[in-house]
């Protein structure tokens, strides 16, 4: 039995994990810098822990937590600014100078919500992909630099090196920490989903490693991806991408089976998906298709929606799923999307038109799913030596060893 | 802040454009001119001269050794700059997107450096 310390250590940090992207994006509002924001707030949760065990949790923690960061970041300003008498000020303090005058009267009873401007800092197409993925997790996930970097496998300080450097960058170059005008929404929006969505892929399949699914990855994604919902609406993107996650994150448990082995969609035991996640899903597809025409996270999450509803895998509508590729094909055209469409033509149609469909394609043949769909569509039409050799060649390019063992196996099976 | 836009273009497009395409090129960097004037943004902004008449500097053995051409054989060369004062990166974006960074077809690119504050003695 944990003793009530521990307890209480663990609903803290439950709470300081859930609030600690509002309270670091009012932070960043205030101080204008992410590193005296997280010192400030590292300060504020050591407070919180000495307090609340004898005080018992305030009615709204995060606001507590921010106001006594929020002191402690007029305290190091005057410091600082002793100690830095005739140097030239820092640019960015204007915040922390025009709030030092209110600084007896916090203004936290209304709590504003800064974390759509901080996620946009975050996604901003100055930062590489890397950055922003560190940057999102570390502060709107509320992730350690130790989680992040064990979840995408790198050194812990490679990962603390990338999160400097790119804070350096938003303070040097001056990336702003506001929300878009309405000329640029659109790009920035879909890049914060890109970040959002490769978050859950690295989580889903994972590229490399033992592991398959790296399921923290995929719930923290989702947890990103609800925030984006709550804090950008109307969306109906937002909406499409929540629901595409849901509704593969749904099979996480029948993906796997108790040997650690991938679980083709066709093998997996219906039972073992999560309804709940499903149910919601579906209704997230529905709502947003009202909104208007959709888009590609939306038409994906649409053709997953086909799959959550057939009752078994021989009752897919395979003619369903190859239309939503279609009109996916038709917003992206990329070899993988239309590779996609040829195994549901496959599969709903006919073998022989979908393997023609795939073999018309060029540019996937260094992707071990492209032999994988061809030794596939190969073997259900019975051709095992031409099958056998298109196994080969995705075993030959594939990365992740959960999915070489099934190809293996199905080899094997030949 | 103030940002210098470095305008990177092809030398060897330039000379292979047609003179409706440099007219094109000169109406693009005169609208930049007048509007970042007109803004109160322009601090400054020039052409540079090609890069047959580069010279390159280099000390060795505390004596300068001097070196006809860029220190740096590329496929784009520096070709102008502007000086800009932005409230932040994402307003220098803007402006460089209306930069002409080439001729028509051409390859080229714009890159933004912030200018950093002479330290203190």
């Known amino acids: 039995m944990r003793s009530p310390s521990a307890e209480f250590r663990a609903t803290a940090e439950l709470i300081f994990r859930s609030e600690h992207g509002r309270i670091i994006a009012r932070l960043i509002r205030l101080s204008g810098s992410f590193d005296r924001a997280e010192e400030a707030l590292q300060e504020g949760f050591a407070a919180a822990l000495a307090t609340w065990p004898a005080q018992g949790i305030p009615a709204n923690p995060a606001a507590w937590i921010t106001s006594v960061a929020y002191r402690k970041l007029i305290d190091s300003h005057r410091r600082s600014r002793v100690r830095r008498d005739k140097q030239i000020e820092f640019e960015y303090e204007i915040l922390v100078a025009a709030a030092d005058s209110a600084a007896d009267d916090p203004p936290l009873f209304t709590f504003p919500d800064d974390r759509l401007r901080l996620i946009f800092t975050c996604c901003h197409p100055a930062l590489n992909r890397e950055a922003q993925v560190a940057l999102t997790l570390r502060t709107l996930g509320g992730l350690t630099t130790a989680e992040i970097a064990r979840a995408f496998l790198v050194p812990e300080p490679t990962l603390a090196q990338r999160l400097v450097r790119a804070k350096r960058k938003i303070q040097g170059a001056r990336i702003p920490y506001q929300v878009p005008g309405a000329d640029q929404i659109g790009a920035r929006r879909a890049a914060v989903q890109e970040v959002i969505y490769l978050i859950f892929n690295e989580g889903y399949l994972a590229t490399a490693g033992e592991a398959l699914i790296r399921g923290e990855l995929c719930d923290e994604a989702i947890r990103l991806a609800r925030m984006l919902c709550e804090i950008d609406t109307p969306e109906p993107a937002n909406l499409g991408l929540l629901a595409l996650m849901l509704l593969h994150h749904s099979r996480r448990e029948a993906r796997i089976d108790d040997a650690g082995g991938l679980v083709t969609l066709e093998e997996q035991d219906r039972s073992r998906w999560d309804r709940a996640m499903i149910r919601e899903g579906l209704d997230l597809v529905e709502q947003a298709l009202r909104q208007g025409p959709p888009g590609p996270y939306l038409l994906q999450a649409a053709i997953a929606a086909v799959h959550a509803e057939a009752p078994t895998a021989a009752a897919t509508d395979w003619r369903q799923i190859a239309a939503l590729y279609g009109e996916l094909a038709w917003l992206n055209p990329s070899p993988v999307v239309l590779l996609n469409r040829a195994v549901a033509i496959g599969l709903g149609e006919d073998l022989r038109r979908g393997l023609m469909l795939i073999e018309a394609l060029s540019g996937l043949d260094n992707y071990h799913l492209y032999h994988a769909a061809r030794a596939d569509l190969l073997r259900r039409l019975d051709c095992r030596s031409a099958a056998a050799e298109a196994y080969r060649r995705a075993l030959a390019l594939v990365a992740n060893q959960v999915e070489r063992a099934f190809l293996e196996r199905r080899l094997a099976a030949l | ?121």
């Open chain 2, 1 to 121: 802040m103030r940002y210098m836009f470095l305008v990177y273009s092809s030398e060897a497009d330039m000379a292979a454009a047609s003179p409706e395409d440099m007219l094109k090129l000169r109406a693009g960097h005169w609208a930049v001119l007048d509007e970042t004037r007109k803004k109160g943004v322009f601090r400054a902004g020039e052409p540079l001269r090609p890069i047959a008449t580069a010279t390159t500097v280099r000390m060795r053995d505390g004596k300068p050794l001097i070196l006809d051409g860029l220190f740096a054989e590329t496929k784009e060369q520096l070709a102008g700059y502007y000086i800009l004062d932005c409230a932040n990166l994402d307003e220098a974006i803007e402006w460089a997107a209306k930069i002409p960074a080439a001729c028509q077809g051409g390859e080229g690119c714009i890159e933004i450096r912030p200018i950093a504050e002479i330290p203190p003695r």
